[in-house]
Structure formats: C-alpha cells, structure tokens
C-alpha cells in the first residue's frame, strides 16, 4: 500500500524476528494513514491490536460519522496535525492509572489521591478527567471519580455546575438517560442551578433509543423557562426525541418552532419528522413536509428523504407516484440503495406490474447493488399477482443459490 507500508522489502533470507519487526511496524504505518487520512475501516481493523505506550500522543478526539445513522467512530490524531487542545498531563497520567485492566472501583480513592497530587483541582479538570474516565473506560468509573470528587469538597461549598456537566457528559455517551435525570436531581439537592450546557446535556441523553419523550419535552420547556435559548443541536435533540417515541405531532411542532426561532433547519431534522409522520400514518403531512422542504433554499433531500417518501406514497395506496420519484432522484444525481428499489419493487407488486418488478430488480444489480431477502420476495409477490409462476419459482430458486433464504427462518 503506497506511502503507509513499511520502507524495506521481505526476503526469503529474512530472519524471523526481522519479520515480526517489520510486520509490526507496517501495522503502525497503516493506523498512522488510516488516521491521518480518516479511514475508518481501516482504522476499526487495526486498532484492537496497536495498544502500545507508542500511541498515547493520538490523544485529541477527531469524530467520524459514517454511514447514515451518522455513528461516529472516535479516532485520535497527533497533536500537530489536529488544532484541539492538548489533555494536561497530569489528567493524562492519572486517567492511564484509572483505566489499567487491573483496577477495580474500589482502588479509585486511592489512585486519585494519589495523582491529583500532582494536578491542579480546577473543575475544568475534574470534569475533564470524568469524561475521559466514561470515554476510556466505563460510566462506573466515571461516577466513582465524581464520587472522590464530591467527598473532598467541604460541606460549606456546593459542587460546581461545570463538574455536574461533566458527568452528563458522561451519562449523554453512554446514552444513560435515566442516570443523567438522577444526576439532575442531585444538582437540584445541591443547590447547583444548571446552564445552557447543563440543558444540551441532558436533552442529548434524552435522544438516545428507549428514553422518556416526556421527560425530554419537560427538560426542554424548563431550558426556556430560565431564560436559555435552545440552540440547533438542542431542538434537533428534542426533535429526535420525540420521533422515537413516536409522538409526531410534538417533533412536527419542535420542527416549526425549530424553523422560526434557530434559523435554518437542515436535511437530517427534517429527514427525522418526515419518518415521524409516516410511522404515525400521516401519509399526506409526509407529502406536504416533503414540498415544504424543497422550498427551502441550501437544503436538499437525501436518500433517506425520498425513500421515506417513497414508502409513504406505496402504504397510502397512492403507489403509482414511488416510481416518478425514483426518477427524480436520479435526475439530483441522489444514488438509490437497496431501500429504495425495494420500495419500488412493492409498489410494482401493489399495482400489479410485474414486468416493471423484473425492471426494476434487474435495474438494482446492474447498479452494483446485492439485492437482499426483501428484493426477492418482492418480486416474487410480484410475478404471482401478474399470474407468472414460472418467474416466481425462476426467481425462489435464485433466492436459494444467494443464500438469502436464511433471512427467512
């Protein structure tokens, strides 16, 4: 691999221990370009194994969102090639000491006693050294750290807002929600009136799968009731909150008031509400937030857009406006994915329209695109409404040889 393996050439007269130097070393190279060129996978491949000292100076966190749930992998990068602000070393040190896979919890009072010797007890510090204590190793030990923090504080002074905040932090990437309204109410028991941060935090966590909806409308209403301006990443927090509890008429009125007060709305927030809508059945609110979205100049639909629209248009029974839409996107220059043609490929089979399924599924493989369990069943719904029995089997037995028929099971 140009410009990442290792600068000398394997021989057959290559000592064995020579090998190992160099295959080492063309591990190293290839973690450094994945980094420094963003190459996740990569990097995902290499990383389990490169657990050397060597590596410790990557310590900024550079977030990489990949696919189009956006996760994000936290790669790090040299201090010289990224502008972000150098961990303290005395922070650095201690969090190593806390991190080993020999502590437990019940050795964290004696570690930080003895390292924050050394570190200044700024509350910038202790809420930097709670989040990378979350980040590096576990939410428990996060909360043990802040548990130190707090017994050393004199009952005479409160706790700060900024250490609180770390800890949410910490709740928010481990997506503890519950844990983060605990510690809500422990900033209240303390007398610790939260900021703008304070509120981003906690709706953060409240986004995350399975949390409470009220709980994020009732944080939210509270952020505006103290005077705080919710910012984009705060209403699309509370958005997103909302659409997965399923309570669309909420996320549609978080999107309007979301248009009016924060500026502009990007394709991600409106891509979460036109969902919403059409998990709550709201085919022609689908529809209308779709136009309205078209009309708003810089923003422009994305795969995910159309094919939620495009789904939308096939359970309403309105399946003959999915394949103008497919067309459209190919005239954005918007790439289709395996989604997207099966939307297509069940609107052909609603409408009867074999031939059009066979279209469309053979359009999807000279695309590059595997056509997957769904693809095939649809087709072959397809090919027995048109009464076509021998492309049914035709397409079972391709089915079979794919190996997609475990799918199934």
Request: proline content about 3%; overall charge positive; some cysteine.
């Amino acid at each position: 691999q140009e410009g990442v393996g290792s600068s000398r050439m394997l021989t057959s007269r290559t000592s064995p221990s020579a090998c190992s130097r160099l295959h080492v070393t063309y591990r190293r190279n290839t973690l450094r370009h994945a980094v420094r060129t963003h190459n996740a996978k990569t990097y995902c491949k290499f990383l389990p194994h490169e657990r050397t000292a060597s590596f410790t100076r990557y310590r900024p966190i550079v977030h990489i969102p990949i696919g189009h749930d956006r996760e994000v992998f936290q790669l790090r990068a040299t201090a010289k090639e990224r502008s972000h602000t150098e961990v303290p070393q005395g922070v650095e040190s201690l969090c190593t000491a806390l991190v080993r896979r020999d502590t437990t919890l019940d050795d964290v009072p004696g570690i930080m006693a003895a390292g924050m010797s050394g570190v200044s007890g700024s509350s910038e510090n202790q809420a930097l050294l709670i989040v990378l204590a979350e980040q590096r190793g576990s939410l428990d030990l996060a909360l043990a750290v802040f548990s130190w923090f707090e017994q050393q504080q004199s009952p005479l002074v409160a706790p700060s807002v900024i250490v609180f905040n770390g800890l949410l932090a910490a709740c928010a990437n481990s997506q503890a929600w519950e844990r983060a309204l605990q510690t809500r109410e422990h900033m209240r028991a303390c007398g610790v009136v939260g900021d703008a941060t304070t509120y981003s935090l906690l709706l953060r966590a409240l986004k995350t799968n399975n949390a409470d909806w009220r709980k994020a409308m009732e944080v939210f209403r509270d952020m505006k009731e103290e005077g705080l301006t919710p910012t984009q990443s705060d209403f699309k927090a509370y958005i997103t909150a909302c659409a997965k509890g399923r309570q669309w008429e909420r996320a549609a009125e978080g999107l309007q008031e979301m248009e009016a007060k924060a500026g502009r709305v990007d394709a991600t927030t409106y891509n979460v509400v036109i969902l919403a809508l059409k998990r709550g059945r709201q085919w022609d609110k689908v529809a209308e937030l779709f136009q309205r979205m078209q009309r708003v100049e810089g923003v422009e639909p994305t795969v995910v857009t159309f094919n939620a629209v495009m789904s939308a248009t096939v359970k309403s029974g309105r399946w003959q406006e999915a394949a103008p839409l497919l067309e459209e996107m190919a005239a954005r220059g918007i790439v289709p994915n395996t989604v997207t043609y099966n939307i297509i490929i069940a609107a052909c089979e609603r409408g009867g329209q074999w031939e059009k399924a066979v279209q469309v599924f053979e359009r999807m493989k000279e695309s590059g695109l595997e056509p997957d369990t769904i693809s095939y069943v649809g087709l072959m719904g397809a090919s027995l409404r048109g009464g076509q029995l021998h492309k049914f089997w035709e397409t079972f037995v391709a089915m079979m040889v794919a190996g997609k028929w475990r799918m199934l099971l």
